[in-house]
C-alpha cells in the first residue's frame, strides 16, 4: 500500500475476512508494530498485550476465537479478535492496525464490517489501557459508550444496539 499521501482514505476497500495460520506471521508483524506505536499515544514504553508479537499466539487464537485480517486494497493491513461472550454478547478482544496505515478511516471502516457480519448481537465489550489517547478517543467515535475501568485500571466500553430479534 501507498503510504506516501496519508490524507488519502482507504475505508472503502476494507474487508474483514478469517485470519488463517499462514497470515500469523504477518499479523504478529503489524501487531508488534501497531502496538509498538502506542508509545506515541501515552504507553509508558513498547510493549503489548499477551502474545501480541509472536506468530504462535495468533495461530492458538485462531482456534479458539474468530479471528478477522483486516485488508485494504487486498492487503493485510491489521487484524481483529472476537469472543463471544453470551447469546448476543460479544467482546472485541483486540483490534489493530498497522501503524503506516492508520488515521485513514481503516479501523472505523473495520467495525463497521464487524457489526454486519454480527447483525443479531446486542451488546459489544471492550477494554483499553487507561493511558491510551488514541483507543479512548476513536472507540466513541464507532459508537462505544465508556462505562468504568477493569480491575487492572483499564477503562470498559460497551456498545448496545436494537439488533433484529
Known sequence: ????????????DVALTKARSRDADTLADISERAFHSDVE?????????????QPEWQRKTMRGAEYYKILAGGRIVGGCIVFRKDTRAYEVGRIFVDPDVQSRGIGAA??????????????????????????????????????GEDAHGGVLFERVTSASR
Open 1 to 12: 500500500m501507498d503510504t506516501a499521501d496519508p490524507t488519502v482514505s482507504v475505508a472503502d
Open 41 to 53: 499515544c501515552g504507553a509508558p514504553g513498547p510493549g503489548g498485550p499477551p502474545g501480541y508479537d
Open 110 to 147: 473495520a467495525f463497521e464490517q464487524l457489526w454486519r457480519l454480527y447483525p443479531l448481537v446486542k451488546r459489544w465489550t471492550l477494554g483499553t489501557p487507561s493511558w491510551n489517547r488514541r483507543t479512548r478517543h476513536f472507540y466513541p467515535e464507532v459508537g462505544f459508550t465508556e462505562i
